[in-house]
Structures are given as C-alpha cells and as structure tokens.
C-alpha cells in the first residue's frame, strides 16, 4: 500500500521561498504520475504540477509556471515542489497525490486518476 506524506508547509511573506516535500512509502510501479495538487478555502482543489516517473516529464499550471519547479530524488523516494515568489494567491492547502494508470496533463488538468492522496500541509502567504 501506498502512503505519501507531505512536509514543509508554513508562512511565508510574499516573494517569499518554500519547498515541500513528499515522502512515498510501499511499491510505485515504473510509469506512475506524482503531482502537487492545492485547494484554498471555498474553492476547487486544482493541480499545480506533476512529473512522470517513466520519463520526467512535467506539468506546471500556467499559474505557477516560472515560479514553482517539480522535482523528484528517485534514491530517497521523494517528490519535491520548489515554489519561489510566492504570492497570496498561492495559500492553500497542498497536498501529494500518485496515479497509476494516468498522465501528468490529464491527473493535473482534471484532477483525476489519483489512486493515492496524501494528508496535505497549509501553506500560507502573508505579510
């Protein structure tokens, strides 16, 4: 079984940095897709970026992009998101998410085929 466990959420000012991390457990087959999804009170929760475990590729959410980078440390079996200027807008919950049998466009986009989800951590930008 599959548990994935998130860390390094926090406060943060705006234009600030943070990394979370997601620490997976239990077997991963070759091709699953890992993704950083967030949900802010009242509203949907969305995809912010995902990689491929079969060959790296990545989604970021045009929201993000420029500013958050996706990463993965296949040794320690853990998926980071390096998020950089980081605006109010960006306060949410975050949480890690695994699909088995899905793509990096299609689990970001639509927020589907996640068989896995982690707890989440809060991350919070304010000054």
């Known amino acids: 079984q599959v548990q994935l466990v998130e860390s390094g959420g926090g406060l943060v000012h705006p234009g600030g940095s943070l990394r979370l991390s997601c620490a997976a457990s239990?077997?991963?087959?070759?091709?699953?897709?890992i993704g950083w999804f967030r949900q802010a009170p009242g509203k949907e929760r969305e995809g912010v970026s995902c990689?491929?475990?079969?060959?790296?590729?990545?989604y970021y959410a045009d929201s993000v992009k420029g500013r958050f980078t996706i990463s993965r440390d296949s040794a320690k079996n853990t998926v980071y998101l390096q998020m950089d200027s980081l605006n109010p807008v960006d306060t949410a919950f975050y949480y890690c998410?695994?699909?088995?049998?899905?793509?990096?466009?299609?689990?970001?986009?639509?927020?589907?085929?996640?068989?896995?989800w982690g707890k989440g951590t809060l991350v919070t930008v304010s000054s």
């Open positions: 998410a695994l699909g088995t049998r899905t793509t990096v466009q299609h689990m970001c986009r639509w927020v589907a085929g996640v068989d896995f």
């Open positions: 239990g077997f991963t087959s070759y091709g699953d897709t």
């Open positions: 990689i491929s475990s079969n060959d790296g590729s990545a």
